[in-house]
């Protein structure tokens, strides 16, 4: 089989990278789409994303930058040769791991140009650095393939995977015909924000209004006894979690795919810390037990639901998940509403969701017909650097360097971050410790102060609001901006954009 060099990808990301234009970056992308062989599209897509196909490899900066040596005089490496190379880094584990891992990765590199080089380490850091995110990219597979852009976007939705996407319009297929499949996960649907219930209930209407669970996301698939986990960046977890196993086989279906959060609990049932549940989450089964609870079906004994109204789905979910289902009511009172986040709030929960009872699955879409509300101000962003600390701190890397995401390109490239503050408020000696260790590795140059880090880690801050500021590039700040927590489950795609934490400018 043919494949494409290494080095066309990099000419196409430079020319990507070196334009503000979404129109010129869509039209360099669809030109290369249309000329990969259709057994490398999924791969060459995966590295254009910087979400290589196999997940992570482990591989850091650090040793990236030792690999950097003596380069090839000419290029020779081909996309289908690199994407075999991932796969074996990725498979290898166990005794004598490390040295493979070694050689595997010097093979590689000693094969490389000083270009091939340079773009083998951003493919790995998935810092491609060139606005080609997955709406761009979606919008060039939809032009390479000249197919309806709503219909390339509901079969990237529904796959889970962009690059199968783009491998299955090159081949031709009818992406029509794609539906949900039980076993692969789907882009979960996202909630935007509002201040109370109240103000939820004006923009939705009539609602379902439901427990906002301090638990982590998860996607169920059940085919017969046959049931697997996954997280909300799709990666699965079934072995970890034999709990939640358990609870969904006992439910009385065939096939169903179900969507909520799980969450440890303490002896007396009230929901533990979220970090005390994510680290069972990344575990092995111990003595902590995650219990699931669900707010949405899917699908459900051979029947897709994502097109059906919520007040059906909720209908059918209550029939069989029993005391599995979120608690919450449908009302057109706010006063009802309210009461509901009163309840949440007292047994534990961090507030509400508003769903318009109308409302479709919209698979990997963050809109306006669902919405969260939470007592305080949150907003999940990007730390893109840190300070190293001083008196008490001194030899912990301290103050954060936080940014939003700026998807339209308004202060930059599309896709890139933009800052909105800083702060060291709320870190606990843990917190300090465990950071220190991950920016230390995450770093990508120092600076005097401390340094700048790959932004890949999500997390969640508390503001009492936002302020207008010319300290920085949006033109806003974070007002008494605190630590609440990381937030592992969530890939930097996700965070939050600056329309909306400009959303909470105070007049």
Do not use: C
Not at 10 to 18: H, Q
Not at 19 to 38: C, F, G, H, Q
Not at 389 to 404: C, I, K, P
Not at 431 to 444: A, D, I, S, V, Y
Request: charged share 25%; glycine share 10%.
């Amino acid at each position: 089989m043919p494949s494409t060099p290494i080095a066309e990808l990099d000419r196409v990301t430079r020319t990507v990278g070196s334009t503000r234009s979404r129109t010129a970056k869509i039209t360099a992308l669809a030109e290369l789409l249309r000329v990969l062989d259709p057994g490398e599209v999924r791969a060459a897509v995966g590295m254009l994303l910087g979400r290589v196909r196999q997940g992570r490899l482990g591989v850091g900066w650090r040793t990236l930058q030792d690999m950097r040596g003596d380069a090839a005089a000419e290029a020779s490496l081909t996309v289908l040769e690199v994407d075999q190379a991932f796969t074996e880094l990725a498979g290898t584990h166990g005794p004598g791991s490390q040295a493979r891992r070694a050689e595997l990765l010097t093979g590689l590199f000693s094969r490389a140009t000083e270009p091939e080089q340079d773009v083998l380490i951003r493919v790995i850091l998935g810092d491609m650095r060139t606005g080609a995110l997955d709406g761009v990219l979606t919008d060039a597979v939809a032009r390479a393939a000249d197919l309806p852009l709503a219909v390339v976007r509901r079969a990237a939705m529904l796959t889970g995977d962009l690059g199968e996407t783009a491998r299955l319009a090159r081949t031709g297929a009818d992406l029509t015909e794609v539906g949900l499949r039980v076993g692969t996960p789907v882009l979960p649907m996202l909630a935007g924000t509002a201040t109370t219930p109240t103000e939820a209930m004006t923009a939705v209407g009539r609602a379902a209004v439901q427990a906002k669970l301090d638990g982590a996301r998860i996607q169920v698939h059940r085919r017969g006894q046959e049931v697997r986990v996954y997280t909300r960046s799709l990666a699965e977890i079934t072995d970890r979690v034999p709990e939640i196993v358990e609870s969904v086989r006992s439910l009385p279906v065939e096939t169903v795919i179900l969507d909520g959060e799980t969450l440890a609990l303490t002896d007396d049932g009230a929901p533990r810390l979220f970090q005390d549940s994510m680290a069972r989450f990344g575990s092995e089964a111990g003595e902590v037990v995650l219990r699931p609870w669900f707010f949405d079906v899917l699908h459900l004994d051979g029947r897709d639901l994502i097109d059906s109204r919520l007040t059906e789905r909720l209908e059918l979910l209550a029939r069989i998940a029993g005391d599995l289902m979120v608690p919450g009511t449908i009302t057109d009172d706010p006063a009802v509403a309210e009461q509901v986040l009163a309840d949440s709030l007292a047994a534990g929960h961090e507030g509400v969701l508003v769903k318009g009872v109308d409302s479709v699955y919209a698979a990997g879409r963050r809109g306006s017909a669902w919405l969260k509300v939470k007592p305080v101000h949150t907003v999940d962003l990007v730390v893109l650097g840190a300070e190293w600390g001083y008196g008490r701190r001194t030899g912990w890397l301290s103050n954060l360097h936080l940014g939003a995401r700026d998807p339209e390109g308004r202060y930059g490239d599309a896709g890139s971050l933009v800052m909105v503050g800083k702060t060291f408020k709320g870190l606990t000696d843990a917190m300090l410790t465990w950071q220190t260790q991950r920016f230390t590795e995450l770093t990508t140059e120092r600076i005097d102060a401390g340094v700048l880090v790959r932004p890949e880690q999500v997390v969640e801050i508390a503001v009492d609001g936002v302020q207008r500021s010319t300290r920085y590039p949006g033109g806003i700040a974070l007002r008494f901006a605190r630590v609440v927590r990381y937030r592992d489950d969530k890939p930097a795609a996700e965070a939050d954009t600056i329309d909306t934490v400009r959303a909470l400018l105070r007049p």
